[in-house]
T-cell receptor, first 114, second 112 residues
């Protein structure tokens, strides 16, 4: 089944403890992206990647890192999480630059930082 | 303020009634996407509009993009409980479809 897989689905962590949210897609998509969703603020793009080793900042990149060493994987790294990074995170991928088929989204990772 | 404004923010509709959700930008949109989200879950792609004046339909859902490519509407005919959820519009920024921004969503409830 074509899909974007994120892990974990739920995560509670403490301030300052490094964590990684994994994202993998099996559709051979070139473009991948991370979003966070917060009440009243909607979906905001954190980082995106156009291909292996090519990444760029979205609207809210502060406090996050990404890497794209393989086409299928696009992990999101929080080096020192803080409570304001408590959010619902989505990884997404799409086939081409024109995005004719839109982004395919993962099921989300609900992160709580205490 | 949001670059993409959606209205209304929430909507309660009697089952069987029609409804419209709007998505507006002050800038030209490069690709307009409509998604549906079940509460707390991932987004499901509905359709994409690219050309001014374009209209697409999928089952009982029709989306249109105006000629200026600054406004889109999503219309649901004869609403059903399965239509309940959050509808989000998204659009490409500039000419890059990699950087897609989203509206804050419209929460739709269907009353039996």
């Amino acid at each position: 089944e074509a899909q974007v897989t994120q892990n974990p689905r739920y995560l509670i962590t403490v301030t300052g403890k490094k964590l990684t949210v994994t994202c993998s897609q099996n559709m051979n998509h070139e473009y991948m992206s991370w979003y966070r969703q917060d009440p009243g603020l909607g979906l905001r793009q954190i980082y995106y990647s156009m291909n292996v080793e090519v990444t760029d900042k979205g609207d809210v990149p502060e406090g996050y890192k990404v890497s794209r060493k393989e086409k299928r994987n696009f992990p999101l790294i929080l080096e020192s999480p803080s409570p304001n990074q408590t959010s619902l995170y989505f990884c997404a991928s799409k086939m081409d630059r024109e995005g004719n088929y839109g982004y395919t989204f993962g099921s989300g990772t609900r992160l709580t930082v205490v | 303020s949001q670059e993409l404004e959606q209205s209304p923010q929430s909507l309660i509709v009697q089952e069987g009634k029609n409804l419209t959700i709007n998505c507006t930008s002050s800038k030209t949109l490069y690709g307009l996407y409509w998604y549906k989200q079940k509460y707390g879950e991932g987004l499901i792609f509905l359709m994409m509009l690219q050309k001014g004046g374009e209209e697409k339909s999928h089952e009982k859902i029709t989306a249109k993009l105006d000629e200026k490519k600054q406004q889109s509407s999503l219309h649901i005919t004869a609403s059903q409980p399965s239509h309940a959820g959050i509808y989000l519009c998204g659009a490409g920024r500039y000419s890059s479809a990699s950087k897609i921004i989203f509206g804050s969503g419209t929460r739709l409830s269907i009353r039996p």
